[in-house]
């Protein structure tokens, strides 16, 4: 599975971004996609991630009620909606894929660069 993310960019706190992550390739074998985030000098950390076929989502509690991710199945697309965003969503934001019976999560998108101002 190939994965192409965009939509990042440069935001005022407050404000809104929606990053888009469209897989391609064998699409039919992926069970979750989620976008973690990885800020100068931290570890990587997961952000939200939802089940390809259920929905069923999960969301770090730094962006509950601020961030809502989504998927389109039609067009093998999931979005992130980052509302409210704050200096401390700063980060490259990543698109990862796992499939059934994986621990891990096997395919990785480029990276995209979020920043928001103060």
């Known amino acids: 599975v190939q994965l192409q993310a965009s939509g990042g960019g440069l935001v005022q706190a407050g404000g809104s971004l929606r990053l888009s992550c469209t897989a391609s390739?064998?699409?039919?074998?992926?069970?979750?996609m989620g976008w973690f985030r990885q800020a100068p000098g931290k570890e990587r950390e997961p952000v939200a991630t939802?089940?390809?076929?259920?929905?069923?989502?999960f969301y770090v509690d730094s962006v509950k009620g601020r961030f809502t991710i989504s998927r389109d199945n039609a067009k093998n697309t999931v979005y992130l909606q980052m509302n409210s965003l704050k200096p401390e969503d700063t980060a490259v934001y990543y698109c990862a894929a796992k499939r059934m019976f994986s621990a891990s999560y096997g395919s990785w998108g480029q990276g995209t660069q979020v920043t928001v101002s103060s």
């Open positions: 390739g064998r699409t039919s074998n992926i069970y979750v």
């Open positions: 939802i089940n390809w076929n259920g929905g069923s989502t």
